[in-house]
């Protein structure tokens, strides 16, 4: 008997110490929950006379909404969290002036759940580069300014050529493009070094994102040491003269320790390694975070002044451009529309559909996959329709829990959910009531062809 009062009382504080949320929901309040690698962790039971407080957020809205769909998302709702799905959707209503307010609804969302941000981690780099430019203030020193990436340390590649330019010269424009139209990996390590490892993550922990750990280059395999140490740079001008020099860094401070692991199993060197893999030195951002970076993009206006990023104008018109352009769309670089189809990289709302697409819905987004893991981050418009909203979703594909066995089931699971859950929130957006209609006239954008 006082075995069970002293649940009961311990269940109490739990769930009034997680009312104390600093961030502004339309959801209901976390709820105590078993442990969340079983399907029945939504239960709200006891096992074992042992309690777990269940952090993700939920709104009803959204939970209710996919329970419509059970052939879509009955295996999605049943099994959350062993797939770690989490997803946001933020309502858009302007006023008589076209202002923006926005009303965000979770689905399992929990910044404490690690999940691997894959290629999303271009999106923030991506607006430091141009941020840190701008605070650089050197005369002729301009996002299509040749920079020369040197090599003076253990692991590092120089890049002095760029044939996806016009001119063959390497630049932080044609660097932002390609993670945007084809998420390019190199081009976002040649940012990554560019801004330096210390600067990356200063700037976003400056900004509230203090959870954020953007640590390592992408697609090489290098130390730690090694990732700390970012290249030499130079800028120079049209006759080959230098503008700018920037050396070789290191970063020495210390991130808050983490104990981040996936999988139950993983390939290392061609052997199996029976036990979870270690992600805790592996680049790490929250989709809440990354969901409020995209609002700052879009609505730069609407957001807290700390915040924001240090654009101009022109380089948010840039970013929006490229981030909803097809790749087909673009000069330079160049991309073969039949390789690099319309919807290539727009996971929400179109999975993995292939051919062309109606020019007047137009997604701003960033996605990534790597690791059984599949995100996207996006604002949706319809230029016809007179909608917009934000929708931003994780979900994990690695069903056997083994990693890097090139195993993952993004075709079965990944990509249809994508396109299911994009389809069903657009859907419901044609249908809600709206007392302004938005002027989305700031988002039609001129193409390069």
Request: net charge negative.
């Amino acid at each position: 008997m006082e075995n069970k009062e002293l649940i009961i009382a311990l269940m109490w504080i739990m769930l009034l110490a997680a009312c104390h949320s600093t961030r502004k929901t339309q959801l209901v309040l976390p709820q105590i929950m078993i442990d969340s690698t079983t399907n029945s962790a939504d239960s709200g039971k006891i096992e074992n006379e042992k309690i777990i407080v269940d952090k993700a957020k939920s709104s009803p809205f959204l939970e209710e909404l996919l329970q419509k769909y059970p052939d879509y998302f009955e295996d999605i709702l049943l099994k959350r969290k062993l797939r770690n799905v989490q997803v946001i959707y933020t309502q858009i209503n302007r006023d008589e002036n076209n202002f923006p307010t926005f009303t965000d609804y979770y689905f399992n969302v929990d910044s404490s759940k690690y999940f691997y941000p894959a290629s999303t981690v271009k999106l923030p780099t991506a607006l430091l580069a141009l941020q840190k430019l701008n605070e650089l203030q050197h005369a002729g020193l301009e996002k299509n300014t040749t920079m020369i990436t040197e090599a003076s340390c253990s692991g590092q590649i120089p890049t002095y050529n760029d044939p996806q330019t016009a001119d063959g010269k390497p630049n932080i424009e044609s660097y932002i493009k390609r993670i945007f139209l084809v998420s390019d990996n190199d081009a976002f390590n040649r940012l990554y070094e560019f801004l330096g490892q210390e600067y990356l993550n200063d700037q976003l922990h400056q900004k509230g994102y203090t959870d954020a750990q953007i640590i390592h280059r992408l697609e090489i395999t290098l130390s730690e040491d090694e990732n700390r140490h970012t290249n030499p740079i130079n800028f120079l001008d049209s006759n080959g003269n230098i503008i700018l020099s920037a050396p070789l860094l290191f970063n020495q401070k210390k991130y808050a320790e983490r104990h981040d692991t996936l999988g139950k199993a993983y390939y290392k060197g061609g052997e199996l390694i029976n036990g979870p893999m270690n992600f805790s030195k592996k680049n790490r951002i929250a989709l809440e975070d990354l969901h409020e970076i995209l609002r700052s993009v879009i609505f730069p206006e609407a957001v807290p002044a700390g915040q924001k990023f240090n654009l101009t104008d022109s380089d948010y018109a840039f970013v929006r451009k490229y981030m909803s352009a097809f790749p087909g769309e673009s000069v330079f670089p160049p991309y073969d529309s039949t390789i690099y189809y319309d919807a290539y990289g727009k996971l929400l709302f179109y999975g993995s559909q292939e051919g062309n697409l109606p020019k007047n819905i137009r997604i701003f987004n960033k996605e990534g996959d790597a690791y059984g893991e599949l995100l996207d981050i996006a604002y949706v418009v319809d230029f016809d329709k007179n909608i917009e909203f934000f929708l931003s979703a994780a979900i994990n594909c690695n069903t056997n829990e083994i990693l890097n066995d090139d195993t993952y089931d993004y075709d079965s699971i990944g990509f249809p959910f994508m396109k299911h859950l994009g389809e069903v929130i657009y859907d419901y957006e044609l249908k809600r009531d709206r007392r302004y209609a938005p002027d989305l006239s700031a988002f039609k954008i001129a193409y390069d062809k």
